[in-house]
């Protein structure tokens, strides 16, 4: 007779995560010792502001100057101008004063 109709249970036992595909192991960030930023200037001045600026961020990058070459420091600005969380104030419930200023529940005035 076949297992099929008498069996309960599983079979096989449950795989490890690693089989899952879950990446157990910490993601690499950019900016990081072990995967630096690779940065294009074109003189030495601007070698020298950039690398002040990588230092006041606590990153690190390999700065190349080339003076034939475009100034590429996209990878910078990218982890610098993280777009920021904006926050509203929070409504007031129906029996606050309102916050126009008139004296109002908010259920009367605005609401």
């Known amino acids: ?10 079979k096989e036992k449950k795989p490890k995560h690693s089989s ?10 950019a ?5 630096p930023l690779s940065l294009v200037v074109n003189n030495e001045q601007r070698k020298a502001e950039v690398e002040l600026l990588v230092k006041e961020n606590a990153l690190f990058a390999d700065i190349n100057i080339e003076p034939q070459a475009d100034e ?8 610098l101008n993280k777009p920021k969380t904006i926050r509203f104030e ?13 004296g109002k529940k908010y259920k009367k005035c605005c609401g």
Do not use: H, W
Request: with cysteine; aromatic share 10%; hydrophobic share 25%.
């Open 1 to 10: 007779m076949s297992d099929k109709f008498f069996f309960k249970g599983k």
């Open 72 to 79: 590429n420091i996209s990878e910078l600005e990218v982890i």
């Open 20 to 29: 899952y595909g879950y990446n157990t192991k910490r993601a690499v960030k």
């Open 90 to 102: 929070k409504t007031p419930n129906r029996n606050d004063p309102c916050s126009c200023g008139s």
């Open 31 to 35: 900016g990081s010792q072990e995967a």
